[in-house]
Each structure stands twice: as structure tokens, then as C-alpha cells.
């Protein structure tokens, strides 16, 4: 019993139920540059990093604000603020993590074990950026950019332009959803100098920017239809995820802010599977 509540404790620290956010977006990467679908074995190793990543990126972004979080009352009953995990056993884990990251990056391809310090120094980044600058949401957007990148040089070996929509999709996306996120502590962050758009430009402000980041992801994704030829099921993903996207910033108003998990959590893990499943019928029923 004890062992596993250790192990709740660290699977809640790294929020392990949020890699449903990114890696479905590796996948449909990963099938996009198979041009149908990547063997077992990169399938297996794409995985592997990108949950040792997450999870090292997380380990170390509690470790680095857990001063921050322990102010915060919203986040000071998290694993390390609380005690629940030491600072200690976070780092070791972390480093345990990014040992992983590097061995699935060996696994794959040359080219990606070159590029992990550069993924190891994105992820080492955002942690800090929410003390300088209210781009920190975009920066966020550009380590979880990174799992499409990462996923289409994992199976072809080499570098590819015609991946960067997607990329840029994933990353506009994350900033849109974190940008309505960070409403919570925006009275918090005003009060201790930390930098977000909300705690920067306000709420009306933090609702726009949202919609035009996730306009720009709409039509990105949608870019992708004649890039790589996809079909009608595709382009029906992405009209799901569109109304998604629509119904989650429907929960959101400059007066009420109380559905703001249910928009961040539930709605943008929904977008991101519907994507996958829906290049992944693509391929599966060629049109």
C-alpha cells in the first residue's frame, strides 16, 4: 500500500494523465511520415520518449517553481510543496527520465539522438520563462511542438519542412489552451512578478489571444490536406476538433471562469485524440 501511494504521488507530480495532450499528435505525425503506419518498433520506441520527456519535463518544471507553487493556494498542495515527494526523489526521477529520453532518441536514429540536447535544453527553458517574459505560453507550445518533429525524424531519419504545420499547429494550440489556463493565477502572478498574458494584458485580452492561436491551429492543420494528399476523413477531424475548440471557449467568459478545467482538461485531450483517430482512418479507408 505504501509503495503505491508512492507511486500515485508520482504520477500526480508529473500529471502523467496529460501526456494524452501531446502524444496522440506524435502519433499522427508518425503515421503521416509512414505514409500509413511506422513499424512496432518505432511506434514502441516514439513512446517511450516521448512519456520519458514529458515526464522528466514535468519532474523538473515542479522542481524549479515549487517555491512558487508552495505560495500559490492553488498549487501548494501539490506532491512537493506538500511534502508528499521530496526534492530529492523529484530529481532523481527526473534524471531517470531524461536517461530514458536519451536511450528511446539512441534507439530510434541517429539524427534524433543528435537533436535531444537541443529537445533536453526547450524543456530546461520553459521552466524559467514565466519569471521574464509573457511568451512563456508559446515557449510551452514549442516544447510539446517538438513530439510531431520528433515523431516524423524517428521514422524517416532526417529532417522534413512539410512537418512544420503540424508543428506549428500543436504549438498555437498549447498556447492557446494555456493562455485560458493561466486565468486562474492571474491575480497570483500580478502579486509576485511572474509574466503571462493574462497577468499582463487581463482576462478579455487572454480570451482573444486564445482564439486567434487556435484559429491559426485550425488552419494549419488544415494545411496539411494538400501537403500530404489526406482525405476526407481527415478533414473531418479536423471540423470535429474545430467544434471542440468552439465548445471550449464557449465555457470560458470574462465573468465566469469556474469551467476552466473542464475546458483545458477534457476538451483539448478530446482535440488531440480526435485528430489521431482521424488520420489514422485515413489510412486505414483510403478514399
Not at 517538438?146 to 524517416?156: E, R, T
Request: with cysteine.
Amino acid at each position: 500500500m505504501v509503495l503505491l501511494n508512492k507511486i500515485t504521488d508520482y504520477l500526480r507530480l508529473i500529471k502523467f494523465s496529460h501526456s494524452v495532450f501531446a502524444l496522440p499528435f506524435a502519433f499522427t505525425s508518425a503515421l503521416i511520415a509512414a505514409d500509413g503506419f511506422p513499424s512496432l518498433y518505432q511506434a514502441f520506441w516514439i513512446t517511450a520518449a516521448m512519456v520519458a520527456g514529458r515526464t522528466g519535463a514535468m519532474g523538473m518544471n515542479r522542481i524549479i517553481d515549487r517555491r512558487i507553487d508552495a505560495l500559490n493556494p492553488r498549487t501548494k498542495s501539490r506532491e512537493l510543496p506538500s511534502g508528499a515527494v521530496k526534492t530529492w526523489e523529484a530529481a532523481i526521477f527526473t534524471v531517470i527520465a531524461f536517461v530514458f529520453l536519451l536511450l528511446a532518441a539512441y534507439k530510434l536514429n541517429p539524427l534524433c539522438l543528435k537533436i535531444s540536447p537541443l529537445v533536453l535544453f526547450v524543456l530546461f527553458t520553459y521552466s524559467y520563462t514565466k519569471r521574464f517574459t509573457w511568451l512563456c505560453h508559446l515557449v510551452l507550445g514549442l516544447a510539446l511542438s517538438l513530439a510531431p518533429l520528433g515523431a516524423w525524424i524517428a521514422v524517416k531519419g532526417a529532417f522534413g519542412y512539410e512537418i512544420l504545420p503540424l508543428c506549428f499547429a500543436v504549438m498555437f494550440w498549447v498556447a492557446g489552451f494555456d493562455a485560458l489556463y493561466g486565468l486562474q493565477d492571474m491575480d497570483f502572478d500580478r502579486r509576485h512578478g511572474l509574466y503571462s498574458i493574462p497577468s499582463i494584458f487581463g482576462i478579455k485580452a487572454s480570451l482573444w489571444t486564445a482564439r486567434i492561436f487556435h484559429v491559426i491551429t485550425i488552419a494549419l492543420l488544415l494545411s496539411l490536406v494538400p501537403i500530404f494528399k489526406l482525405n476526407g476523413f481527415y478533414f473531418s477531424g479536423v471540423l470535429i476538433a474545430s467544434g471542440l475548440l468552439l465548445y471550449e471557449h464557449s465555457l470560458v467568459k470574462p465573468a465566469d471562469l469556474s469551467r476552466l478545467d473542464i475546458a483545458f482538461f477534457n476538451m483539448n485531450g478530446y482535440i488531440s485524440i480526435t485528430v489521431f483517430v482521424f488520420t489514422l482512418f485515413n489510412y486505414l479507408i483510403p478514399l
